[in-house]
């Protein structure tokens, strides 16, 4: 079966300070991969996808980077945090291919507080 | 840009009762996909159901229904015999089908589910 992991689960960083959040997909090959934030009493926001390795697409502008070296594995970074750059951070993966239902399978989320 | 509303930031319901939770989106699409996920409080989300936009009937998983309503693009969850384990934060979302859309979901804001035993 499929499972999605990321870490760290929590996250407590000064502003200026960079960042790594990493995202793992096992039990498939060739996912869709996706980060979303989820600020508080928001919904979630996609901030970036990816279809295959190093191919990465934002969809809003902002501090923050995504990169895919690996088939199953995504990151966010950023080089300097931003007090605005706190929230819950989501990776997903889903299906690629006409078999893609549109579902989202969703990790365990990170929590980022910048101080 | 695309939108969905989740009108309702909190809803209450008692052990055992129905409660129903909205969702209206906007869109120019004719296919497109519509879901229910569940955000437990320090747990995973979860995808609760699912619609296709091009099947007229409603979408059914055990105590959990659907009410699609494609011409006033609006997409409620009703919950049936609710359970204390439903209590969760609910998003709305859509997708548009096709292409590298798969999986660009669009959330609403969440709702907030208690349900008091």
Sequence with gaps: SQTIHQWPATLVQPVGSPLSLECTVEGTS?????????????????????????????????????????DRQFILSSKKLLLSDSGFYLCAWSIRGVVNTGELFFGEGSRLTVL | AQTVTQSQPEMSVQEAETVTLSCTYDTSESDYYLFWYKQPPSR?????????AYKQQNATENRFSVNFQKAAKSFSL?????????????????ANAGGTSYGKLTFGQGTILTVHP
């Design chain 1, 30 to 70: 060739n996912p869709n991969l996706y980060w979303y934030r989820q600020a508080a009493g928001r919904g979630l926001q996609l901030l970036f996808y990816s279809v295959g390795i190093g191919q990465i697409s934002s969809e809003v502008p902002q501090n923050l980077s995504a990169s895919r070296p690996q």
């Design chain 2, 44 to 52: 995973q989300m979860i995808l609760v159901i699912r619609q296709e």
């Design chain 2, 78 to 94: 009703k919950i049936s015999d609710s359970q204390l384990g439903d209590a969760a934060m609910y998003f709305c979302a859509k």
